[in-house]
């Protein structure tokens, strides 16, 4: 157990939709990261805050946004969803000093 | 960019030793990480090398040389339980500092 929490677990939705996940950093952890892990695509960096500010952004569409809040939970917003993006969303949070990522147990969407 | 590459897939027996290769070209460097994933699960933190040379963690090492940006990691006395993908993982500097770009991943079967 990593100490990084996300929910739900699974989430099966229909294209068209939207959908909010979230993810709770150790305690002390300051930074969060999303990543997204498909088959064809591998572990993919999404976007990185940093107490509660956006620090850096990957290959994140536009269709999808997060926000980390003062408690710094995060949320990752997915809206529009479409087939391609079913893939399993990982949470990691990053220790002080040598920004050792910790990663949360994911949450797997299926989109139908 | 970067560029990460490592084997796809590699098999090996029960008690025997597995060597696992990466190599990567950045356009920044700061730290290289080895990640365990068992299928449908998150990434479980392995090793951090920086500087060059070898860090050794009970039956896990790992190795890095940045002037030929090459990693290894070395698993002894394998046990059926390390049967899963191996990410090598490469942190990014100055704008891209804390990000962590990912290769795909090594598929390790242990075979009894």
């Known amino acids: 157990d990593s100490g990084v929490t996300q929910t739900p677990k699974h989430l099966i939705t229909a294209t068209g939709q939207r959908v909010t996940l979230r993810c709770s950093p150790r305690?002390?952890?300051?930074?969060v990261y999303w990543y997204q892990q498909s088959l064809d695509q591998g572990l993919q960096f999404l976007i990185q805050?940093?107490?509660?500010?956006?620090?850096a952004k990957g290959n994140i569409l536009e269709r999808f946004s997060a926000q980390q809040f003062p408690d710094l939970h995060s949320e990752l917003n997915l809206s529009s969803l479409e087939l391609g993006d079913s893939a399993l969303y990982f949470c990691?949070?990053?220790?002080?000093?040598?920004?050792?990522?910790?990663f949360g147990p994911g949450t797997r969407l299926t989109v139908l | 960019g970067q560029n990460i590459d490592q084997p796809t897939e590699m098999t090996a027996t029960e008690g025997a030793i597995v060597q696992i290769n990466c190599t990567y070209q950045?356009?920044?460097?700061?730290?290289l990480f080895w990640y365990q994933q068992h299928a449908g699960e998150a990434p479980t933190f392995l090793s951090y090398?920086?500087?060059?040379g070898l860090e050794e963690k009970g039956r896990f090492s790992s190795f890095l040389s940045r002037s030929k940006g090459y990693s290894y990691l070395l698993l002894k006395e394998l046990q059926m339980k390390d049967s899963a993908s191996y990410l090598c993982?490469?942190?990014?500097?100055?704008?891209?500092?804390?990000?962590?770009?990912f290769g795909r991943g090594t598929q390790l079967t242990v075979w009894p």
């Open positions: 805050y940093y107490n509660g500010e956006e620090r």
């Open positions: 090398n920086v500087l060059d």
């Open positions: 990691a949070s990053s220790e002080q000093g040598t920004d050792t990522q910790y």
């Open positions: 993982a490469v942190r990014g500097r100055g704008s891209t500092l804390g990000r962590l770009y």
């Open positions: 305690s002390g952890d300051l930074s």
């Open positions: 950045t356009s920044g460097f700061n730290g």
